[in-house]
């Protein structure tokens, strides 16, 4: 068992887009931010239900795979789930559609309590007020002897970074300057030192950098 | 003729350190942040004398071999220089040495004029108050048709990338955090639009970025 982080970056480091309008609920730049990813055969399938393989395959494709396999939980901020969007609709289901691509139990953090979501596909949306040790315990028991995602945003992985919780962290960095959004980097000197790092590059530009314990 | 920038900067973008103390001149972070590059036979010969031979060789040491040839004429900050450690002492040299590696004019951008210093080994250090654009024409001149170095630091390669004057980027991205210096990347959303981008990792875990007009 073993916990995870996967998280698309810029190369200025930005993890999440912070330019979202009315008319452009993601911001411009997330598209190009996770594009690479979103283009693969694996996240045309698993997030977007398309199924006429028309995907890339090859290297961005062998992580976005990795991404979904053995996962038996997920813990994610309020923001990556959709809360921070809709926070007075007790009935909002997220932003990740009726059949979700996570098919585990998911557990998102956030101070407001509310019931539980079940979801088709197997994943079920829990709602809890816990630091990062006491929301691992609840997940790690719920994945039954599978890996735990801290699927993100950037502020809860580093929550999870710094305390030490992380065995595995996979960054896509895609060679772009954002020049604003939030941060994965910040306060996180010296991670490198429980780590081996590898790093390689795919042909669409993404340099896939993985921390090992 | 190309203008070209070629710079180490640690995963979280931080091309120099800021931990010197008068005990440790450099800090302790600078040999960590360019270790890879000092380690290459290249760095060996060229910068610190030794011909022994017993620099590594390889990826990073093909991209060291690339950053002296063919450079006709270097600018630099006066940081770089070393101006700010001495603002007083009219007689400073520089702390490259009494040959220093370039083997060409130098112009150090300064506010402060002084006379020209004539080194050993070909390098003529000029001071001079300029804009980017006036320095690189001063240089082009000084280069004979050859390359022009922008040497650094992060903030002067950034003046010179935001006027657009800059035809080579490379960037080795050292995979340590350093959580602290000067970051290469800030204010540069965009950049990549002008450019195509490239990346190889080295055995050493160093990644190789180019941006290439």
């Not at 399938?45 to 393989?53: A, L, P």
């Not at 509310?114 to 197997?122: D, K, L, Q, T, V």
């Not at 580093?158 to 992380?166: M, P, Q, S």
Request: glycine fraction near 12%; proline fraction near 6%; hydrophobic fraction near 40%.
């Amino acid at each position: 068992m073993a916990v995870r982080i996967d998280l698309m970056v810029s190369l200025d480091g930005f993890a999440t887009t912070t330019d979202q309008t009315p008319e452009v609920p993601f911001g411009e730049d997330w598209p190009r931010l996770v594009g690479a990813y979103m283009a693969t055969r694996t996240f045309r399938e698993r997030v977007f239900k398309d199924t006429s393989d028309s995907g890339t395959t090859g290297l961005d494709d062998d992580y976005a795979r990795a991404y979904f396999e053995n996962i038996g939980a997920e813990i994610m901020g309020a923001g990556m789930f959709g809360l921070h969007n809709f926070p007075d609709d007790p009935d909002w289901r997220g932003w990740w559609g009726d059949e979700p691509p996570f098919g585990c139990p998911v557990f998102v953090l956030t101070h407001s309590a509310r019931p539980s979501i079940e979801m088709a596909g197997g994943t079920t949306f829990h709602f809890l007020s816990a630091t990062p040790v006491e929301a691992l315990e609840r997940a790690t028991k719920a994945a039954n002897g599978k890996d735990v995602r801290v699927g993100g945003g950037p502020t809860v992985a580093r929550d999870f970074l710094k305390a030490g919780l992380v065995d595995r962290l996979h960054v896509a960095i895609t060679p772009i300057l954002l020049g604003r959004g939030i941060r994965l980097w910040d306060d996180l000197r010296g991670l490198e030192a429980g780590y081996t790092v590898t790093s390689e590059t795919a042909p669409s530009g993404t340099i896939h950098l993985t921390f090992r314990r």
